[in-house]
């Protein structure tokens, strides 16, 4: 009987551990394939030079160490990566590296396509189509480290590429114990934020997890109104629900919930809008991240005026709400927030 070949990749150090005291190996064998998986980035059993040669033919034979394919790769003129990564039965994923003077940051996926539907969202044009697994989502910050050979700790992972995390939780709470565990990649659960179109329950759980993410939360109105046109779940789970939980939400010191609010030119630009959120706000320890709309003749909107973002941007400031303008980066290669959609060239994100 041929035995199946498990992908070591998504694989728990309990679970190595498992698989090779099955072998009757001895349990440091574990911890050896481990730390040479998630710390080192090995992806061929040649590269254990710690393990005999035997018993590397032993290990090749029933384990593999397969990261996410990475199909293509899109380089911007700011030095933004998009990668296109083959998912199987000719499904796309898509993440993002973003090079920084101080750090670099990944935007990595965690489902192929997306159920929420936001409007100004290119990715919720798409079918639903799955989950992704945890090595698929734990994998794609592996590939990216390999390419880029970027080191863990100058490393921001953003939970923000294609789908919704908080509806995708048990895998996406296995990927970031992966990512967390300090045996492996060891990211600290402070570079990493998990953004949310706000499913209350999937907060609410979060909640009480031991280790959580940075929280973020995509906003983007300042009414129901406003909110159910652009988001159709906020007619599930409304602004007043939505802000209950965030108020729920445990913080540790100096921590906060980061809202982000794309502009969008004509819809939720208005200096009330600015007003109506910072009294919404108001008793929530937060910042606001102002992203203006990106361009795509796909999208039923325009990108606001670049005055109307100004003057947005200062009301908050005159009431000391800690806000930001999110600079786009690599919008020539649609990369840049909202625009990920799995295409296979930048002319065809146009059409």
Not at 135 to 146: F, S, T
Not at 244 to 268: H, K, M, Q, S
Request: proline share 5%.
């Amino acid at each position: 009987m041929v035995m199946a070949v498990a992908n070591l990749v998504g694989m728990t150090s309990a679970e190595i551990e498992a698989a090779i005291l099955e072998l009757g190996e001895p349990r440091y064998r574990a911890r050896q394939i481990y730390a040479g998986v998630y710390r080192r980035l090995y992806r061929d059993w040649e590269q254990f030079t710690d393990i005999g040669k035997p018993l590397r033919e032993k290990f090749r034979a029933r384990f593999s160490i397969e990261y996410p394919e990475i199909s293509q790769v899109f380089v911007s003129r700011d030095g933004t990566r998009r990668y296109l990564f083959n998912a199987g039965a000719g499904q796309r994923v898509e993440a993002v590296f973003i090079p920084e003077e101080s750090r670099d940051t990944l935007c990595v996926s965690t489902q192929v396509g997306c159920a929420m539907g936001c409007l100004f969202c290119a990715t919720g044009r798409l079918p639903m189509l799955r989950n992704l697994s945890a090595g698929e989502i734990a994998g794609q910050v592996l590939a990216l480290e390999a390419d880029r050979g970027v080191q863990a700790k100058r490393l921001n992972i953003v939970v923000m590429g294609m789908g919704e995390p908080l509806n995708n939780y048990e895998n996406v709470m296995s990927a970031l114990r992966l990512m967390t565990c300090g045996k492996g990649m060891s990211i600290s659960p402070r570079r990493i934020t998990l953004s949310t179109s706000g499913i209350v329950p999937g907060i609410e759980r979060l909640a009480s997890e031991p280790v959580t993410p940075n929280l973020a939360i995509s906003l983007n109105a300042s009414t129901d109104a406003a909110r159910d046109r652009l988001m159709p779940v906020n007619r599930k789970w409304n602004i007043a629900a939505l802000l209950d939980a965030c108020r729920r939400f445990p913080l540790a010191e100096r921590r906060r919930i980061t809202f982000e609010y794309v502009l969008i030119g004509g819809v939720n630009d208005s200096i009330e809008d600015a007003r109506r959120l910072v009294r919404l706000l108001g008793n929530l320890r937060h910042k606001i991240n102002l992203i203006p709309l990106n361009a795509d003749p796909a999208l039923p909107f325009s990108p606001p005026a670049p005055e109307r973002v100004e003057a947005f941007a200062k009301t908050l400031a005159d009431n000391y709400v800690t806000a930001s303008v999110r600079r786009p980066r690599g919008e020539d290669i649609a990369a840049a927030c909202g625009m990920l959609a799995g295409v296979e060239s930048v002319a065809s994100c146009r059409k």
